[in-house]
């Protein structure tokens, strides 16, 4: 499994931006897909998931606006992240998991524990 992460940067607060995560040797029926992040000085914390049937859940401090997709036929992982806010300044890291990790619960709230994850992204929103 390879898990490569782009799209970082730097925006002010209220910008937007896209990660985009290239995966490769991952059957997506076995594998939940999602982000979690690490932020200075702070616990890591699971930012969204997209399970095999499609259905996403995102963390609290995220809904309504970030955004996971993907799409199948590039084994392409997204996170759209719109109304950026300094809060949300953190490296941000593409994961694969089991099905029933995701699906049991236990991907909340800090992320994964096992599986597999890339290098990451720098995500910096300055007020």
């Known amino acids: 499994v390879q898990l490569v992460e782009s799209g970082g940067g730097a925006v002010q607060a209220g910008g937007s931006l896209r990660l985009t995560c290239a995966a490769s040797?991952?059957?997506?029926?076995?594998?939940?897909m999602g982000w979690f992040r690490q932020g200075p000085e702070k616990e890591r914390e699971g930012v969204a998931t997209l399970e095999s049937d499609g259905r996403s859940t995102y963390a609290d401090s995220v809904k309504g606006r970030f955004t996971i997709s993907r799409d199948n036929a590039k084994n392409t992982l997204y996170l759209q992240m719109n109304s950026l806010k300094p809060e949300d300044t953190a490296i941000y890291y593409c994961?694969?998991?089991?099905?029933?990790?995701?699906?049991?619960?236990?991907?909340?709230?800090?992320?994964?524990?096992?599986?597999?994850w890339g290098q990451g992204t720098q995500v910096t929103v300055s007020s």
């Open positions: 040797g991952i059957d997506r029926s076995d594998y939940c």
């Open positions: 994961t694969a998991v089991g099905a029933s990790y995701c699906r049991d619960g236990y991907f909340w709230p800090d992320g994964p524990s096992f599986g597999h």
